[in-house]
């Protein structure tokens, strides 16, 4: 079993950067396939980046495409998110997530999940 804490959101304006940290409870972490999600208030939770349990292969949301950046430190449990040239219709609560298995984009099949962190971008 994996617990999730995520930590690193706020409040940024357009243009700026953010680095969300997602800090792993448990020694299966470094075998889990990892993704960043996030939620809109009115919106259904949507994929932004996952990435393999060895962090050799990644996959994003096509809108996070070329500004964001998921890594995973598997010595320090950590799973992060460098966000760069946010948008406000970045702005969510962030989630972490993982699942033993393949890389998938799909929130149901994600078996842990952190809290949330809360960004905000401003125009």
């Known amino acids: 079993q994996v617990q999730l804490v995520e930590s690193g959101g706020g409040l940024v304006q357009t243009g700026g950067s953010l680095s969300l940290s997602c800090a792993a409870s448990?020694?299966?972490?470094?075998?889990?396939?990892m993704g960043w999600f996030r939620q809109a208030p009115g919106k259904e939770r949507e994929f932004v980046a996952a990435i393999s349990w060895k962090g050799v292969n990644t996959r994003y949301a096509d809108s996070v495409k070329d500004r964001f950046t998921i890594s995973r430190d598997n010595a320090k449990n950590t799973l992060y998110l460098q966000m760069n040239s946010l948008k406000p219709e970045d702005t969510a609560v962030y989630y972490c997530?993982?699942?033993?298995?393949?890389?998938?984009?799909?929130?149901?099949?994600?078996?842990?999940w952190g809290q949330g962190t809360q960004v905000t971008v401003s125009s």
């Open positions: 448990g020694r299966a972490f470094s075998s889990y396939v």
């Open positions: 997530a993982g699942r033993p298995g393949g890389l998938k984009m799909t929130p149901g099949v994600y078996d842990y």
